[in-house]
């Protein structure tokens, strides 16, 4: 690879930009929720389907929809916790986190758990056809510069992988990614570094060339205990609360903040 990219932080205010990650980046780590795939776009609407399944095969369905948004991670009408399951958990552990819910409800466990899997599965039919779902705004430009700087990009989500790769060829992003690895394919998912250790393995990234972007902690100390060259945090939420990504080497609010921290040179 002949291209250099080198990621600056520009936040110091104190003359020069001050060099952080160095030279010697060959790989970047995409998480896809909430990093690559706008969150709210994806997974309120996913969660809305949950609960009208929920209410239409529960008789004298015992919660509100607002009480089932506030369980699973929802702020308002249009946000997402990003500490909470709905935007960290795997498809499993969303499982469990409905079926305990509908627990706490009074549902008999076994009920609980068929009523849960049965919900995540009509919500995952709606989702993949969803005109809703939309790509993180500034996202793209990134990705084009990193193919420009020839960089090997790899997605590792929490998501299973068909999946992912599904919702990333219907925002457009697919053809940007040289792999993609969801948490179907490793023993232990986020915040475990399983899907790094398969990205060297399988695909031969070196670890401490490979920076991971993600948008939350869960993202963050997977970079860590995989030994990865850095962590980026991306706090894209109309909050812009950055709290939560105590792990991360660098946080921006926006894609453009971190273009302009990257300067590319021939």
Known sequence: MNKEI???SIKEGRGAPMPVFGEDIQTFLFDKDGTLIDLPSIWIPWAYDI????????????????????????WGEDEVDPKSPLAIASLG????????????????????????????????EKQNSSAAIRPVHGVRELLTELKKAERMLGVVTA???????????????????????GSDQVQNGKPYPDMAYLARDRHGIALGQTVIVGDTNADMQLGKSAGLKATIGIAANSRNETAHLAEADLIVTSYSELLDMMR???
């Open 6 to 8: 080198e990621l600056v």
């Open 51 to 74: 609960h009208r399944h929920l209410a239409e095969v529960m008789p004298n369905c015992p919660f509100s929809l607002a009480e089932f948004g506030d369980a699973v991670g929802i």
């Open 93 to 124: 552990e969303m499982q469990a986190v409905i079926a305990f819910f509908l627990y706490e409800k009074g549902v008999a466990w076994d009920s609980a758990v068929l009523f849960a899997r049965d919900s995540i599965q009509y919500a995952d």
């Open 159 to 181: 998501d299973d992988t068909e999946k992912a790769r599904v919702q990333l060829e219907r925002v457009g992003l697919a053809e940007y990614f040289d792999f993609v690895i």
């Open 264 to 266: 590319t040179r021939r």
